[in-house]
Every structure is written in C-alpha cells, then in structure tokens.
C-alpha cells in the first residue's frame, strides 16, 4: 500500500508513524506510543526521504514500465493508460476510469446488503446466503393457494394457523375428540359437533370431579392419622 501522507516523528523515536489504526500508535517496535496530536508532529527531514524513494508504477504487472520517485506518482496514475489490480483484491484488471464503477457496481467482493436480513455480504457469497438467510422468505409447506406464495420464517407460525391446508386437531381433543382436518374442516367440524363437544366436556369434568373427591379423601385419612 502507498501512503502519502508526510511521515511523523514521535518521542523517543524517528519513525514512520501507522495512523491508520485507531488510535493511531507508532509502528516503531518497542515504542507503541499513543500518536494523539500533543505527542507527534510533521517530521519534514523524513518526508523528503519517503517522498524521495524510487518505486514503480502500481501497474507494472499490466505492462507499464515507469519508474520515478514517490513524491510523482500521482502525477503518473492522472495519464497512465494501463489497468490497476482492483482495491478488493478480486484479481480482475480494471482501467483507471471505470475503478471506481467497477468497485461499486461490478466487483464480485463488494459488500452489498441483503434484501431480506440486511446482512453486508460479498456479492458474489449472495447466493450462499441466501440458503442461511434467517429472513428468507419460504414456501408453505402445504402448498396453499395462491401457488407459488412464501412467507418469511417469523411469519409462517402465524400463516399456518390459518393455512387452509394445514391439518389441525380438533381444540377439543384434551377431552377425547379425535377429529383432524385442515383449517377450512375443522372450523365445520367445530360449528357441527358443538352438542357432541358439550357431552365431552360435561364427562370430563365428572371425571376431573372424581378424582378431586378420592384425593380429598387421601388428604383427610393423612389428617386423622
């Protein structure tokens, strides 16, 4: 990487300061100095040594051959004519003016969001994603009408409650109804078996009633003893 930023000087060492990292700290091993603006200033003896360094041109690997010092290469890249690797390391070569189009837009490793959780993923993991997505939408399992429809997960309890296809027990079940049938049947069988509910309910009552009574009488023998 090529930064050309002026280097800084921090106390007790001459260095070229890393103010990348947050906060910045000399790079210097055995210094690690806190670089707040109180602690470093502008070493200009320095910067004229780095700016004065003979490099090449990022593109030397794609044919151009121009070598010259650092203080020019911003200069070079305004007219150079050859393609640079892409910033996101993607290995694809990209002209200067279509880079930044190309990171934003074409380059397989940009970050994009997805549609459903949000999620920052490489554009070109989407489709992995997708299979892991905790927010992507899926069919019901019923196949109900209309054909094709999906739900997201957070949705599908509540769908199935009123799927028309989803086979449900009869609510009265606990007391011994053993109807099962989609939405649409058990709402008949509801409205149709009301008496027939009612006589179920009625007998298990009594039996609840019976066994309250036996362990009251358990609790009074305990009582006497």
Known sequence: R???EPPFMCKPFLCLCDRDKQPPVC???GCKQDLSKTKHFPDVFMERQVKSMMIFCRSKQFGCD??????NLLNHEATCTHPVQCPE??????????????VLHDCPH???ACHFCEEQVKA??????????????IPCPNDCPPSGAKYPPKQMENHLEWCPKHMQRCEYCQHGCEFQGNTLDRYDHCKMQEGYH????????????KEIAKLEDIRQKYEDL
């Open 2 to 4: 090529v930064v050309l």
């Open 27 to 29: 790079s210097v091993q």
């Open 66 to 71: 121009w070598q010259g010092e650092l203080r």
């Open 89 to 102: 390391k993607c290995e694809t070569p990209v002209m200067r003016a279509e880079l930044e189009e190309h």
């Open 110 to 112: 940009r970050k994009i």
């Open 124 to 137: 070109s993991d989407m489709n992995q994603h997708a299979l892991v997505c905790p927010d992507m939408p």
């Open 198 to 209: 009612l006589e179920i309910v009625t007998r298990s009552f009594q039996i609840c009633k």
